[in-house]
């Protein structure tokens, strides 16, 4: 990335639906919370390893909350969208 001037995107995604199939009892907002928690927690100290290496990065999480949306075609989408050279 420092080489090139690139910018480093980080990418998280969480598909709700997946976690969540087949099991009863579970309360879906703590599940969605925690989650959230987890993924942002980790998203910003992949952020701070990269900032410490003097990589230009942003962090993106994605979330599926659709039975028939598939989570990698929301990755397919923000790649798109952020016309990254590489993936």
């Known amino acids: 990335c420092q080489q090139h001037n ?3 995107r980080i990418v998280h995604a969480i598909d709700y639906i997946a976690l969540s ?3 009863e009892g579970i309360d879906a907002d703590v599940i969605h919370n925690e989650l959230k928690t987890a993924a942002d927690k980790l998203l910003t100290k ?3 390893k990269a900032a410490k290496k ?4 942003d962090i993106k999480l994605i979330e ?3 039975l028939t949306t598939r ?3 929301l990755i397919l989408k923000a790649v798109q969208t952020w016309r990254a050279d590489l993936v």
Not at 54 to 57: D, H, P, S, T
């Open 6 to 8: 690139a910018k480093l």
């Open 21 to 23: 199939a087949g099991v």
């Open 46 to 48: 992949a952020k701070t």
């Open 54 to 57: 003097n990589v230009k990065a």
């Open 64 to 66: 599926s909350f659709k």
């Open 71 to 73: 989570v990698d075609s």
